[in-house]
């Protein structure tokens, strides 16, 4: 990314997840002139669902495809500035609002609560197949459908490893920091860990070794399963860093494992043929 690109400021808090607040000083947003974006409308399962986009200017043609899966705060202005970032690296980047039929996340002031009743409610399937449509969306609006690439962050990274395996139009996945292994619920009838053999895409997992909530067991778990079914996915574990260490806007933010795993997204995608 060019560095003229990038701003790092200071944010008023604006645009934020209110579970999130006050608005760390590292948090990141990308002024750009070489791109435009905004929020759209995703038609799925009969609904109008609110997506935000980012793309080059000028370019509307044969665009590679990121889907860029929200946290449990949905899309705030974190994931909208992921979108910018991509657009920036030549990327047709969309970031669909997955809990738009179950409530708002930006309403909820803790996240517990936002967790117990919204995000918890949210069923897997209904996420795949919004998903479906944002690739379709992407598709019309000058994507390529021979570079389709998706990444997401803490429960969008969980739905990534899934997607992943739900799709076969996927060519490569980066989940960062995404649970692994888990309780089954009417919502979540299966995890990433059950999902290894179906993996149609590789996917690179970016996790930190002080993340409390997802621990190095599941992801060694993760791992043995990956070389069992002789898997093209890798997993990076950042020593230093811990949950939502890409967080830019939270004192999560490890700056040098988040610099180190966005290189490490491109070069993924570059990869495995998701390339401008």
Known sequence: MKTEDIQATLSTGKGYAAAVEPVAETAIQTASHTIQFGPTSIASQGENMPAFFAKPKHHEKDLPVVLVVQEIFGVHEHIEDICRRLACEGYLAVAPELYFRQ????????????????????????????????????????????????????WGGRITWLFAAHNPQVKAGIAWYGKLVGERTMAQQKHPVDEVDNLSAPVLGLYGALDEGITL??????????????????IVVYPEAGHAFNADYRPSYHEESAKDGWQRMLAWLQKHGVTP
């Open 217 to 234: 067991d599941s992801v060694e778990s993760m791992r043995q399963a990956i070389r069992a079914a002789n898997n093209a996915s890798e």
């Open 103 to 154: 409530g708002d996340p930006g309403e909820y002031q803790d996240i517990p609560t936002l967790l117990k009743e919204l995000v918890n409610k949210v069923p897997d399937q209904q996420v795949l197949s919004d998903l479906d449509h944002v690739v379709n969306w992407a598709l019309k609006h000058g994507g390529d459908k021979n570079k389709i690439g998706i990444t997401g962050f803490c």
